[in-house]
């Protein structure tokens, strides 16, 4: 699962909390940062994602300043200590993060493929105008289309993207995924993430990106429901296989015969998992690709929806 952009609230800076654990033990320490912190939990590999180092990954997760309690941190050391009578991890490291010596920091564009780019800010727009292009504005949890997810949702959205339809882009951190997929033809977007400030994010990134009016991002966790008044053609899902397990039922029931479902965020190692619990919910797997560590599908409806 790729780091997520958090809009910074420069009022409010940010917890910063890590682990290093072997890949072969992240699925549980994904699922108990989950708990305590919202669902806002990343997963970031040591070196290069395409040029494994070593078998080690980091756990990443993110609490506003304001919102993070001494309860919290005590909750994830005791559960990080019952995790190392089992298997090898790290001591939890916690740290904050200053939003303005973030804000001083350069990023360069990122071509995420050869006619794909993301860009920070509009400034060098000129020299890409001819591409796909995506205003991310960097921020604290950086991952703007460096992680194999990214691309590989953003080659499935080049396939599957379908002129004049409607999209869900479920936890849609930046907002990435459903700018791309607006210009790339979509009408319109429906993004939803659990965190206020992604959803902040995403509608500025929309705006830069020149695609305002045609998304809207609001605050939902998909793990209660997923409210909206419409019926995707396609669903994009980028999310970790906790989320996968818990909201399967509430995105399932989102998908009509004719759409899809482009499904990332999946270690390799969890893909049989999540293959029979996706087809447990009568989903057909269409296509299936690997990069790295990372798988990506794209599922339909089965035959007896």
């Keep these: 699962m790729e780091f997520k952009n958090i809009l910074i609230d420069k009022k409010n800076n940010w917890i910063k909390l890590s682990v290093s654990v072997s890949e072969e033990f992240v699925e549980p320490v994904v699922q108990m940062f989950s708990k305590f912190l919202s669902g806002n939990v990343f997963i970031e590999n040591i070196g290069d994602p395409e040029d494994k180092i070593d078998g080690n990954v980091w756990v990443v997760g993110f609490k506003q300043k ?27 490291s916690v740290s904050e993060i200053d939003s303005a010596m973030w804000e001083k920091q350069h990023f360069d564009p990122i071509l995420v493929s050869e006619d794909v780019v993301v860009l920070p800010n509009k400034d060098e727009l000129d020299k890409y105008k001819d591409m796909t292009w995506v205003v991310i504005e960097p921020s604290m949890a950086f991952g703007t289309g460096h992680h194999p997810t990214t691309k590989m949702c953003l080659n499935y959205l080049r396939k599957y993207v379908i002129k004049n339809s409607s999209v869900l882009d479920l936890g849609c951190g930046s907002g990435i995924l459903g700018i791309a997929a607006l210009k790339m033809g979509a009408t319109n977007c429906f993004s939803i993430d659990v965190e206020e400030e992604s959803v902040k994010a995403t509608i500025k990134n929309s705006i830069d990106s020149n695609v305002e009016g045609k998304i809207v991002s609001e605050n939902q966790n998909l793990l209660h429901s997923i409210n909206l008044n419409f019926i995707p053609d396609l669903i994009i899902a980028n999310l970790n296989a906790f989320l996968f397990r818990e909201g399967i039922s509430n995105i399932s029931s989102l998908l009509k015969n004719d759409s899809k479902m482009i499904a990332s965020g999946i270690l390799i190692e969890n893909l049989g998992e999540i293959t029979d619990i996706l087809m447990s919910s009568n989903l057909e797997v269409v296509e299936k690709e690997t990069s790295g560590d990372w798988a990506a599908l794209v599922l339909k409806k089965g035959l007896y929806a």
């Excluded at 304001?66 to 939890?92: A, P, R």
């Design 66 to 92: 304001s919102s993070f309690t001494s309860s919290i941190e005590h909750n994830l050391k005791s559960g990080l200590m019952l995790f190392s009578g089992v298997f090898d991890i790290s001591d939890l």
